[in-house]
């Protein structure tokens, strides 16, 4: 599992965490901007700030598939989807499934 000690730092990581942490009440929120590793290509704009991995682990998750899990991942950053972020790679996780 992909870990990022630091807080999120830009404002668009900022409120992609806001959102997952008022959304889900989760145990664990990671949010990865890994626009560096995109730059140049097509949705990659200069500022960074549109390619982001991010690791949700929720209780709220238990009993949903890893599809269902990422809908409702999206629906609450549908805003971002539709704007600044152009890429999200989504871990979505139940406490039970990380050991904890």
Same mark, same amino acid.
């Given at each position: ?28 929120? @990671?949010?990865?901007?890994? !626009? ?13 700030? !549109? ?5 949700? @682990? ?14 409702? @991942? ?27």
């Amino acid at each position: 599992m992909p870990h990022d000690p630091q807080p999120p730092t830009g404002p668009v990581a900022a409120r992609l965490q806001q959102k997952l942490l008022a959304a889900f009440d989760p145990a664990e929120v @990671i949010v990865q901007d890994d !626009s560096a590793k995109h730059a140049g290509h097509a949705g990659a704009p200069a500022g960074g700030e !549109s390619h982001f991995s991010v690791v949700v @682990i929720s209780p709220q998750f238990d009993g949903l598939s890893r599809v269902d899990r990422q809908r409702r @991942i999206n629906k609450v950053l549908a805003d971002e989807l539709a704007g600044p972020v152009h890429a999200l790679a989504v871990m979505a996780r139940t406490p039970a499934e990380v050991g904890g």
